[in-house]
T-cell receptor, first 118, second 113 residues
Framework: DQQVKQNSPSLSVQEGRISILNCDYT??????FLWYKKYPAEGPTFLIS?????DKNEDGRFTVFLNKSAKHLSLHIVPSQPGDSAVYFC?????????????????FGKGTKLSVKP | DVKVTQSSRYLVKRTGEKVFLECVQD?????MFWYRQDPGLGLRLIYF???????EKGDIPEGYSVSREKKERFSLILESASTNQTSMYLC????????????FGQGTRLTVV
């Protein structure tokens, strides 16, 4: 059963416009979320994160919004650039018995492939 | 800068071979992880370790084992490689047990023929 869901496998936007990538989760115990960007044949690189005590975190062109009641988060990229074209993964930090006990663990969604067209 | 280094970018192995994937991190991180990435399936956790000689199973441990004899090194072992283990393997590390960030290696593309 998927705990972190990225329901859009792909997204295409025009350069300069806003990209919005969505992520839903099912476990209300998740309290920290991260976004990663991945180019083909490379490892994921950390983009931005958010704690459940916040509803927004901003870093340059990247903003992550968290709606705890809806168990939903989104990554906004403004303005989008062709170099942003990559696969974006949402991840939640899980604890507890299903995730190795007190040890934290990263649970990833399936990713969304973003294409930014010039 | 944190560096997570995986020993090989590309590997081709034969069915039935024992395969070792090595990962080294240089920032004294407590936690290390092995994931595999497959199209349409995202990143799935195979094993992780939060201390030397400690290991925990992830979501898909079958057919794999791990070793962590030193804090900086986490090895993934395919005891008898099979074609369904053809994948991109990603190692990651994070500093604290309460994860706020994790750093990934460049990945190993393993092909089992």
């Amino acid at each position: 059963d998927q705990q972190v869901k990225q329901n859009s496998p792909s997204l295409s936007v025009q350069e300069g416009r806003i990209s919005i990538l969505n992520c839903d989760y099912t476990n209300s115990m998740f309290d920290y979320f991260l976004w990663y960007k991945k180019y083909p044949a490379e490892g994921p690189t950390f983009l931005i994160s958010i704690s459940s005590i916040k509803d927004k975190n901003e870093d340059g062109r990247f903003t992550v919004f968290l709606n705890k009641s809806a168990k939903h988060l989104s990554l906004h990229i403004v303005p989008s650039q062709p170099g942003d074209s990559a696969v974006y993964f949402c991840a939640a930090v899980g604890y507890g018995m299903n995730y190795g006990g007190s040890q934290g663990n990263l649970i990833f969604g399936k990713g969304t492939k973003l294409s930014v067209k010039p | 800068d944190v560096k997570v280094t995986q020993s090989s970018r590309y590997l081709v192995k034969r069915t039935g071979e024992k395969v070792f994937l090595e990962c080294v991190q240089d920032m004294d991180h407590e936690n290390m992880f092995w994931y595999r990435q497959d199209p349409g399936l995202g990143l799935r956790l195979i094993y992780f370790s939060y201390d030397v000689k400690m290991k925990e199973k992830g979501d898909i441990p079958e057919g794999y084992s791990v070793s962590r004899e030193k804090k900086e090194r986490f090895s993934l072992i395919l005891e008898s490689a099979s074609t369904n283990q053809t994948s991109m393997y990603l190692c990651a590390s994070s500093l604290y047990r309460e994860i706020t960030e994790a750093f990934f290696g460049q990945g190993t593309r393993l092909t089992v023929v």
